[in-house]
C-alpha cells in the first residue's frame, strides 16, 4: 500500500535472475573470479534497481545535506547575514534576488543554510539514536529470550513498566538532568526507545532457541556467549533492521520534539525543532514561511524515512506486514 | 607366554568388551500443569523415561522404537545433556557424564554429536556450510585456517559432498544434501557416538536409502557407535544390531535386530510389525492385532503394564502390576506377563 509501484515493476526479473544464480550454484559448478567479480557488479545494480524512488531519494537528499553542509550551504547558519535584518524572503522583495531565497530569522540568520544545517543534526541523531535504542534493545531482548526464567521475567517487567511512562515526559525529564547536548539526546532516545527492539526481539530468540541448529551447537560445546553471537544475533538481524528503519522517523520527530521544546540541542546549533520555536512568534504576524520550511524538511525527512522502511520490512520478510 | 603380554591381551578383552555407553535406570520426570507466581497446586509429572537401561558397544548400532510421545527424544537429550536426569546413571566410556561440567562436559561433548530429523531446522540459515562445519574446530581446537579447511573438506567428503559447497548456504541444497551436511557436521571431531534422532525421517524414500547407506558405510570405516531412534521399524531394523521397542517412558523388549523382526514376542512389538504397511500391498496381513485406541497420555499412564488398555491378550493383573522385566534364553529383554520368566 505504502510501497511505490516502483517495487512492484522491478519486483519479477529481479526474482528471476536471483533463480538463475541459484540453479547455477547448486548445480556445483565452480566460477571463476572474474565472473564471480561481474556477477556482484550485476548484483549491486539489481540491488539498486528495486530501491523505492520516493523514499530514496528524500533520504538521498538528506544525507547529501548533511555531509556537504558547508559547500552547499550559502551563509554561516550561525550569524545573521551581513547588512540584512529581514523577514521576508529576498526574491519576493521588488527587484530581489534568490540570494536568501526562504527569508531569513528573527536574528537575521539565513533560513536555508540553517535548514542545510539542520539536517545534519536530524541525519545523526536519527541514526546514532536509532542504533542507540536498538542496541540497549537487543541485548535486553536477547538476554530475556534467551536466558528465560527470572531474568526473563525482570527485563519484560521493566518493559511493561517503561511503555506505561509517555515516552515525550521522560524524554525531557531525562534531557533536563542530564542537560540538553546533542550526544545527550542521542543517549536519552536510545533509553527512551529501546523497549519496542526488546520486546519484539525477545519473541524471535524465543523460536530460535527452540530451533535444532541452537541446540546442536549446544551438543557441540558451544558457550552461551559463542551460541548468542554466532546463532541468534545473525538469525534476528533482518527483524532488528526492520525495526531501526521504523524507528528511524520516530526518533526524528522526537528529537525535533525536544528541541522545539527547548531541552533539545541547545542553540546557536541549527535544529528543525528549535527552528519551529524561532518561528512560533513571527507566525503570529504573519509570517508563515519561516515555520513552514522546518517543518516541510521534518515532514519528507519522515516521511521518507517512514516508506523505506515499510519496503524494507516486505523486502526482508513479507509475513511481519504487520510488525 | 609372559605375565606382560596376558595382562595386554585381557586389557584388550576388556577394551573390547567396554561399552561405549550404558545407561542404568533412567529417569525423567517432566513438571506439567501450571504453577504461577510460586503456587505450584496439583503439581503434575509427566513421566517421559521411567526407569530405562540399555548399553551400545564400540560400533554397534541400537535402535530405538516406538510411538511418539514414548520417550524416544528424551533418552536423546538426556544423553546430549540437553536435559538432566531426574535420576539414573549414564556411563560413557565408563565415566558417568550426568554430572559433568564445564571443561569435563565440554570435552565430552567432542566425542558425542547428533543427528535430528528436520534438516531446514538444524543447519542455521545465516551461516556458510563451512562455518557450519568447522564449528566443532573452532570450538575444540586451535587449528590454524588451513587446517581447518582441510578437516572440513575432509568430512564433507566423507559424507559424500564436494569441498565446493562449503561456500554456500543452507537454503541452496535439497533435504537429503543437508541431511549430508549434518552428519559432516557431527564427524568433524573425534565422534565416538553419534545420536540419530529421526534423522531419515523427513527424506523422500530413495534420499533416505541413500543417507541410510552412507551411515552404514561410516560406521564401518570410523566404528563410530549409532543410537537410532525412528517409529519406522523398516529401516530401524535394516540398520540396527539391536532394537529396543518402548512404550510410555518404559523398555518393553530389546533383541538383536534380527531375531526381535523374525519374532516378535511382546503383544505391542507384534502390533507395532503388524501395523506396518508391506512392500507388497496384496500382503496385507491380518490387521486384528491392531491396538484398539489411542496413545494414553503420559500424565496419567494406565495402571499396571502401560500396555494393557489396547493389548489384545490382557490378562486380569496386567492391569495391577507391572510385569517384570525377564531375560528369556537368547538374551531378550522382555516385560510382559505372557513371559513370567522362570
Known amino acids: 500500500m505504502n510501497v511505490p509501484d516502483s517495487n512492484n515493476s522491478t519486483k519479477m526479473p529481479r526474482k528471476a535472475s536471483r533463480k538463475g544464480a541459484l540453479e547455477e550454484a547448486s548445480s556445483g559448478e565452480i566460477r571463476n573470479a572474474n565472473k564471480d567479480s561481474r556477477s556482484k557488479v550485476r548484483a549491486f545494480l539489481d540491488f539498486v534497481k528495486q530501491l523505492p524512488v520516493g523514499s530514496t531519494l528524500i533520504l538521498g537528499i538528506l544525507v547529501f545535506f548533511a555531509i556537504c553542509a558547508p559547500l552547499l550551504a550559502p551563509h554561516d547558519p550561525i550569524r545573521p547575514v551581513e547588512g540584512i535584518y529581514t523577514y521576508t524572503p529576498a526574491a519576493w522583495k521588488d527587484g530581489g534576488s534568490w540570494a536568501q531565497w526562504l527569508g531569513t530569522d528573527f536574528l537575521g540568520r539565513d533560513v536555508w543554510s540553517r535548514i542545510i544545517y539542520g539536517a545534519r543534526v536530524s541525519v545523526i541523531v536519527g541514526l546514532t539514536g536509532t542504533a542507540a535504542a536498538g542496541a540497549i534493545g537487543m541485548v535486553m531482548g536477547v538476554v530475556a529470550g534467551y536466558f528465560g526464567g527470572w531474568v526473563d521475567a525482570f527485563i519484560m517487567r521493566v518493559v511493561d513498566a517503561w511503555l506505561a511512562i509517555p515516552t515525550l515526559v521522560l524524554a525531557i525529564l531525562l534531557s533536563m538532568t542530564l542537560g540538553a547536548s546533542m550526544w545527550n539526546i542521542v543517549l536519552i532516545l536510545g533509553v527512551v526507545y529501546w523497549t519496542r527492539y526488546a520486546r519484539i526481539l525477545r519473541g524471535e530468540v524465543l523460536t530460535l532457541r527452540e530451533r535444532d541448529f541452537v541446540k546442536l551447537a549446544e551438543v557441540a560445546g558451544a558457550g552461551r556467549i559463542r551460541i548468542i553471537t554466532r546463532h541468534i544475533i545473525p538469525n534476528v538481524f533482518n527483524t532488528w533492521m526492520v525495526l531501526a528503519s521504523l524507528t528511524v522517523g520516530v526518533v526524528i520527530v522526537a528529537e525535533a520534539s525536544l528541541s522545539f521544546l527547548g531541552v533539545g540541542v541547545p542553540a546557536p546549533q541549527p535544529a528543525w525543532g528549535s527552528m519551529l520555536n524561532d518561528a512560533r512568534a513571527q507566525l503570529l504576524t504573519g509570517r508563515w514561511w519561516l515555520m513552514a520550511a522546518p517543518a516541510v524538511a521534518i515532514g519528507l525527512t519522515v516521511l521518507g524515512a517512514n516508506l523505506f522502511g515499510d519496503w524494507l520490512r516486505v523486502k526482508l520478510d513479507p509475513q511481519q506486514r504487520n510488525l | 607366554m609372559s605375565d606382560a603380554s596376558h595382562e595386554q591381551i585381557a586389557q584388550a578383552e576388556t577394551l573390547k568388551n567396554a561399552k561405549t555407553l550404558v545407561v542404568n ?160 557436521k557431527a564427524l568433524v571431531l573425534d565422534t565416538k557416538m553419534l545420536i540419530l534422532d529421526e534423522a531419515v525421517s523427513a527424506l523422500d524414500v530413495s534420499i533416505r536409502a541413500q543417507i541410510i547407506t552412507l551411515l552404514k558405510d561410516l560406521q564401518q570405516d570410523l566404528g563410530i557407535a549409532y543410537l537410532y531412534i525412528g517409529h519406522d521399524l523398516a529401516t530401524v531394523g535394516h540398520l540396527s544390531d539391536r532394537v529396543m521397542v518402548m512404550y510410555l517412558g518404559r523398555v518393553l523388549e530389546l533383541d538383536d535386530s534380527i531375531e526381535l523382526v523374525r519374532n516378535p514376542k511382546h503383544p505391542y512389538t507384534e502390533a507395532l510389525f503388524a501395523a506396518a504397511l508391506p512392500s507388497n500391498p496384496d500382503h496385507i496381513g491380518d490387521t486384528s492385532e491392531q491396538p484398539n485406541a489411542e496413545v494414553p497420555t503420559a500424565l496419567a499412564p494406565p495402571t499396571g503394564c502401560h500396555f494393557h488398555p489396547r493389548c489384545q491378550q490382557s490378562m486380569e493383573h496386567c492391569s495391577t502390576h507391572f510385569p517384570q522385566e525377564v531375560k528369556l534364553t537368547g538374551g531378550r529383554r522382555i516385560s510382559c506377563h505372557l513371559y513370567p520368566g522362570d
Open chain 2, 25 to 184: 535406570d533412567l529417569v525423567k520426570h517432566f513438571p506439567a500443569g501450571r504453577s504461577g507466581f510460586g503456587v505450584k497446586a496439583n503439581k503434575q509429572w509427566v513421566k517421559a523415561v521411567d526407569g530405562v537401561s540399555f548399553d551400545i558397544a564400540p560400533g554397534e548400532t541400537l535402535g530405538l522404537v516406538g510411538e511418539s510421545g514414548c520417550g524416544k527424544s528424551t533418552i536423546a537429550k538426556l544423553i546430549l545433556r540437553l536435559e538432566d536426569p531426574t535420576s539414573g546413571s549414564i556411563k560413557f566410556e565408563g565415566r558417568e557424564i550426568t554430572d559433568l561440567k564445564g571443561d569435563q562436559l565440554k570435552d565430552y561433548r567432542r566425542s558425542v554429536q547428533a543427528v535430528f530429523q528436520d534438516p531446514y531446522s538444524s543447519l542455521s540459515p545465516r551461516m556458510r556450510v563451512h562455518d557450519i562445519v568447522a564449528e566443532g574446530l573452532r570450538i575444540h581446537t586451535d587449528y590454524s585456517k588451513s587446517d581447518v579447511r582441510t578437516r572440513v573438506n575432509d568430512v564433507l567428503a566423507l559424507a559424500g559432498l564436494s569441498p565446493d559447497v562449503g561456500r554456500l548456504y543452507p537454503h541452496e541444497f535439497s533435504g537429503g544434501q543437508r541431511q549430508r551436511i549434518a552428519i559432516a
